[in-house]
């Protein structure tokens, strides 16, 4: 094989996503091919993703493409029907708590949310302590939840799930990396240099390379805000009973949900820098020093916590305005972007696969139109910032 019509680069759960749709499109009918130079995924984000999906956005479009996710795993991903996958989907919420300076922010991101049909709600203090009493109110001002549209599930299953419908439908998965792109001019991508040498040419080129898609643009030309970011996430049980637990939002930025019959939880550093692709030493001392005193000051009940294990990941994040590039660059058109989701890309791939399937199918977008987080916007200086960020 030296020459495919589709090559993605990066063959995590959105580039995977972007095969699957590619390969179940009727109007397609070309090949594709996925350049991933680790199957097992070890170290992929979607691997160490949380795996958390959410309708509390402050950006519209992201809520639609998180709506599609939910819809696509409570259908059962792509396997669907009599063959629905066991995607560990659990029905839940997301509790936003914030404190008075955050109130107005979280009033603002409702009234979004509400306007998109999200059935947000909104509680003040008192109420809050009814809902959830084991939720220390003291210095709070309000809190969001939803009644039910949101939740969690495992994530590396529906990464397997998506590669496995993409192959079964004919999509190559190659164990290679992306060495160069090879142009036509300045504003045409023909191929790639893989990293055994060979060359692949193509028609289109995905960039869906995560932490790794900023080098892949810059081989076309192309500039992205692109870079990796660390989350650690850590494991811990609790000797106290905390009933109805939902994914909650301390204004602290830590975070927690239940997790089987244990609880997993990550904090923000205090300098959020930017960090070597291949750097996965998990911060032990941000627990310590962050995410257990908040903990201990808002759940009572987690005085006697004992951590368990622990992980790191890596956000491909987008420093311009922590959203996701989509779809064509205005200067080199048959390059494709799918990267810099700031950590919301595994509950996002569904959607966004749908999306570029739809784009290279036929030449524009026929479902959720994803145009406002095109290139274009960072070329003219123009964000569209995304603020409900964990």
Not at 54 to 63: A, V, W
Not at 174 to 184: A, K
Not at 245 to 261: A, H, K, M, Q
Request: charge should be negative.
């Amino acid at each position: 094989m030296d020459r495919v019509d589709v090559l993605i680069a990066g063959g995590g759960a959105v580039g995977s996503a972007v095969a699957y749709f590619l390969a179940t499109q009727p109007a397609f009918g070309g090949t594709v091919a996925v350049v991933e130079p680790d199957p097992s995924y070890e170290f992929a984000a979607s691997a160490r993703s949380a795996s958390s999906i959410r309708q509390q956005f402050s950006t519209p479009l992201n809520i639609a493409l998180s709506a599609f996710g939910l819809e696509f795993l409570g259908l059962g991903g792509p396997a669907g029907g009599r063959d629905r996958a066991d995607l560990g989907l659990v029905d839940s919420t997301y509790l936003y708590l914030a404190s008075p300076a955050g109130l107005e922010t979280l009033t603002h991101n409702v009234d979004v949310q509400r306007r998109c049909g999200v059935k947000v709600q909104l509680h003040a203090p008192q109420a809050l302590a009814v809902r959830y009493p084991w939720i220390n109110t003291s210095d709070l001002a309000a809190a969001a939840d939803t009644a039910g549209g949101e939740g969690w599930f495992d994530g590396y299953a529906l990464l397997r799930a998506l590669r496995a419908a993409s192959v079964q439908r004919g999509v190559r998965y190659l164990r290679q990396g992306v060495e160069s792109v090879l142009m036509s001019g300045t504003e045409a991508v023909d191929g790639v240099r893989l990293s055994s040498g060979e060359t692949l040419r193509c028609r289109w080129l995905v960039n869906a390379a995560g932490t790794r898609a900023r080098s892949v643009a810059a081989h076309a030309g192309i500039e992205l805000p692109i870079y990796p970011r660390k989350r650690c996430v850590f494991v811990f049980s609790s000797a106290n009973a905390v009933s109805g637990c939902p994914l909650v939002i301390d204004p602290s930025g830590v975070w927690f949900r239940p997790e089987g019959d244990k609880f997993i939880c990550g904090a923000l550093p205090a300098v959020d820098s930017n960090v070597a692709p291949d750097d996965f030493d998990v911060e032990h001392r941000l627990f310590d020093e962050v995410a257990w005193p908040a903990l201990a000051h808002r759940v009572p009940a987690f005085d006697a916590l004992r951590v368990t294990s622990a992980w790191a990941g890596h956000y491909d994040y987008n420093i311009f305005d922590q959203n996701a590039f989509l779809g064509p660059c205005e200067t080199v058109p048959n390059l494709i972007l799918a990267c810099g989701f700031s950590g919301h890309g595994l509950q996002q791939a569904p959607a966004v696969g749908r999306a570029l399937a739809e784009y290279i199918a036929f030449g524009e977008y026929r479902t959720i139109d994803v145009r406002p987080l095109s290139y274009s916007r960072y070329l003219r200086g123009q964000p569209l910032r995304e603020y409900n960020i964990i």
